[in-house]
């Protein structure tokens, strides 16, 4: 049997399999069309050839040609003697010697993994959750690894040979998959411990401290540096190399001028980042020196820095650039809503009504930011009484408005909550994204610039998303709208915000959004452990330390003065715990930064302790460990567990009558096991609800709109949007456009399959019903 001639080519194009490899899976490249239906979606010949063999590949057969490259580059090497570097020709066999035995005990818990990972996915048409993520990962890192093995074979005796540098590379992969294989043994503990069918370790000791400990003491640098988003998709990994190069660098220069940030509110904002231009070279031309850079960052860097450097997007250099690129609106328009209270009608009974109090939590009565963007010029966007709202920031309208005649208002409204880890951004670091959806749906999106954490904790942000959502109800007519139907759509926080500003608008009795759009949301504001967030050990852009920063700002308990790395002081290891204290003032985190070094063997002197009944790795092997401990708190605020803060944690009662939920979750997101798990809660209490789960790209995809990939996905979360206005609800809305190369299925069908081809990727949707 031969393969089909295009797989053929993409799998000799990538240089991964060699011929010989066909004679074990001819018959599976033969006969895709028998694969079980979730591989049978797959389009071999549009995807990245590594992908590819992850998707078609069974497990026993990526494990042997892994064993069959590893053979024949020592084989390689151990010919020719001749004037390659000696030492780097020893190294190169002995990394790929440990390559082989990681992959020994590899193979066996892959397997494992294979065989029941499909228990945790929210709908067979939609596979998707925490555990199959880990397995995608290693499999992404093997092919990897075989890619370079087999280039090495090959070219190891060539006069222009690289050993040096492919010996780098190699040890780095080594690295990255000796941390994978530990992380692969925690999810065995979770996967033994939690309950049948869940995906989190409820309990904030336990396996959950384990997790936490594990991620402060192990060796993160090598996927920041060498391998660095070895996971995603190709054309997202320059965009991280530039973030991490561009942190690393602004962290630098950050240190020098600390007490100039906090003396002058961030007044050398722009200085700080212009020498960070200057000395960014160093790390692009070492990847070594970035990735230990990075870690030492995410490790001890304060909230301070983080916010900082995440509002860099807000500059006007930078925004400036990303206007010139966006979508050309005619409105984009802030306002500024005075804190006054106003009237409502019940939904229930619309003769009465509620009175809506303006947000007072934390910093008293204060106006509610917000923007107003709109493709074209609508009806009572230009009125007197609107203008009065309008928020002098440079041209609120880009274009003259006396020469354009306003459109009819529209039936539908948008409001968007954005992202931000609740603690940065505002609606101006969305606009891009913003600004096509404003033309793709033809509809007027009002985007609310809600306060932020640690300045303004829960429940301020919620007070303001709601205060918005209720006058935005009431004076539609300024908004160029009607309100017929009105839809909630945020990313990230933003998503968390949507959830629980309805869960809101149903405690209060005013009308409740006709749907929600969720990306990748945050729904479980905890510090439980669960399969996905194992990836925080190798996500550049969602460390678990940062994250842990960001849900401490949100309830009220990052500290707000202590001592830092980026002050210089340096704390030694003395106390571990086993459980999270009981008193909140109790910080029982070790913390060390030392040496950026690892420890390639087992953890020695300055590692984290386990806690007793702690289950040791298996005998022979021990994860990396890093000598700078990260400071993270295990600390956890019964406001964590609010339900308007962790809506996966609300009771039924309150997850009832929720409208329409459409969530787009990322496959390789640390947040992905919230959007699986708060899906089925949905789902089990037979409210609407669909999840798309999209592939290789990372967490705040909708940011990212410089690729095809980015686009597509960008694409599903309009086509949800789109979703939500054409439902029918009372009034049937003829005029709801269909999306883009999409069929609209009925949405009180069940179980039938909805995918959307996007270059090759297939993204299915899980059933929704009609409310």
């Known amino acids: 049997m031969r393969a089909p001639a295009d797989a053929v080519w993409h799998l000799k194009h990538a240089g991964i399999l060699d011929r010989a490899l066909w004679t074990v899976t001819d018959w599976r490249a033969q006969n895709l069309t028998a694969l079980p239906r979730p591989c049978r979606r797959v389009t071999v010949a549009s995807r990245d050839a590594r992908e590819t063999v992850c998707a078609e590949m069974d497990t026993s057969v990526l494990f042997t040609s892994l064993y069959a490259v590893c053979e024949q580059a020592v084989a390689a090497l151990s010919e020719e003697p001749n004037e390659m570097a000696g030492d780097s020709a020893k190294r190169l066999i002995e990394v790929v010697t440990l390559i082989h035995q990681h992959g020994r005990g590899l193979e066996p818990v892959i397997a494992g993994f294979t065989a029941t990972f499909h228990h945790f996915d929210f709908d067979p048409l939609v596979p998707g959750n925490g555990y199959r993520s880990l397995v995608k990962v290693v499999r992404s890192c093997l092919l990897h690894i075989i890619q370079k093995g087999r280039y090495i074979t090959t070219n190891c005796r060539k006069l222009l040979f690289r050993a040096p540098h492919n010996t780098k590379e190699m040890e780095a992969y080594c690295s990255a998959l000796c941390q994978l294989r530990a992380l692969l043994y925690l999810a065995q503990r979770l996967l033994h411990d939690n309950d049948q069918g869940d995906l989190y370790f409820q ?11 594990e991620y402060a003491s192990m060796y993160k640098a090598c996927f920041y ?16 190399q530039t973030v991490v190069t561009g942190l690393v660098s602004f962290g630098e220069n950050y240190k020098k001028h600390k007490s100039l940030f906090v003396e002058a509110g961030g007044i050398t904002q722009y200085g700080v980042a212009a020498s960070s231009f200057f000395t960014s070279g160093k790390y692009v031309v070492d990847p070594e020196l970035r990735g230990t850079e990075y870690e030492r960052a995410i490790q001890n860097m304060d909230m301070q820095f983080w916010k900082t450097f995440w509002n860099l997007s807000e500059t006007e250099l930078i925004s400036g650039l990303a206007s010139i690129m966006s979508v050309q609106v005619q409105v984009n328009r ?8 106003f009237l409502l009608p019940l939904a229930s009974d619309p003769q009465l009504s509620v009175t809506v109090a303006p947000p ?33 920031e440079g041209t609120p309208i880009s274009m003259s408005l006396g020469l354009t005649k306003p459109s009819p208002p529209s039936p539908w409204l948008l409001v968007h909550f954005h992202g931000g880890g609740f603690v940065a951004h505002t609606s101006k ?7 096509s959806w404003a033309q793709d749906l033809g509809m007027p999106i009002l985007s609310v610039d809600y306060s932020l954490a640690p300045e303004a904790p829960f429940p301020r942000a919620l007070e303001e998303c709601f205060y918005a959502y209720c006058w935005a109800l009431k004076h539609c007519h300024l908004l160029g709208s009607t309100a017929e139907r009105v839809c909630l759509a945020g990313d990230s926080a933003g998503g968390n915000l949507c959830i629980t500003v309805a869960m809101r608008a149903m405690s209060q009795g005013v009308r409740v959004p006709d749907g929600i759009m969720a990306a990748y949301p945050a729904t479980l504001l905890t510090t439980y452990a669960s399969p996905s967030r194992l990836l925080t050990l190798i996500d550049p852009l969602l460390p678990l330390g940062v994250i842990y920063k960001c849900l401490s700002a949100y309830a009220g308990t990052e500290p707000q003065t202590g001592t830092s790395e980026t002050e210089g002081t340096m704390k030694t290891p003395t106390d571990t715990v086993s459980s999270p204290p009981s008193d909140p003032s109790q910080d029982q985190t070790s913390q060390d930064p030392g040496s950026e070094k690892h420890q390639a063997e087992n953890p020695s002197e300055g590692s984290v302790v386990p806690p007793s009944g702690w289950e040791e790795y ?7 460990r890093s000598e700078q401990l990260a400071d993270i708190s295990l600390r956890c605020s019964p406001i964590n567990r609010n ?44 409210q609407p609800v669909t999840l798309c789960v999209v592939e290789d790209l990372p967490h705040g995809f909708l940011c990212l709109q410089h690729c095809k990939e980015t686009q597509e996905a960008n694409s599903i979360c309009v086509a949800r949007i789109r979703e939500v206005f054409s439902q029918r609800h009372g009034n049937t809305n003829q005029d709801a456009p269909p999306a883009l190369g999409e069929t609209n299925p009925e949405t009180d069908s069940s179980n039938e399959e909805w995918t959307r081809n996007t270059g090759g990727r297939e993204l299915a949707a899980g059933d929704g019903q009609n409310r």
Request: aromatic share 8%.
């Open 203 to 213: 309990k904030e000791g336990g396996l959950s401290a384990i997790f936490t400990q």
């Open 225 to 240: 540096g060498r391998c660095l988003g070895f996971q995603f998709s190709p054309a997202i990994r320059p965009f991280l």
């Open 334 to 341: 802030t306002l500024s809503v005075p804190p006054m209270s």
């Open 360 to 392: 007072v939590a934390h910093c008293g009565p204060g106006p509610v930011n917000m923007r107003l963007i709109s493709h074209k010029l609508l009806e009572g966007q230009n009125s007197e009484e609107m203008l009065a709202f309008s928020h002098t």
């Open 429 to 435: 670091s969305h606009e891009n994204y913003l600004k």
């Open 618 to 624: 298996p005998e022979g092997f021990r994860p990396l």
């Open 643 to 686: 339900p308007y803060v962790s809506p996966l944690l609300a009771p039924d009662s309150m997850l009832q009558g929720l409208p329409p939920v459409h969530i787009v979750a990322c496959a390789l997101d640390a947040m992905l096991d919230d959007s699986v798990m708060f899906a089925r809660r949905l789902r089990r209490l037979q």
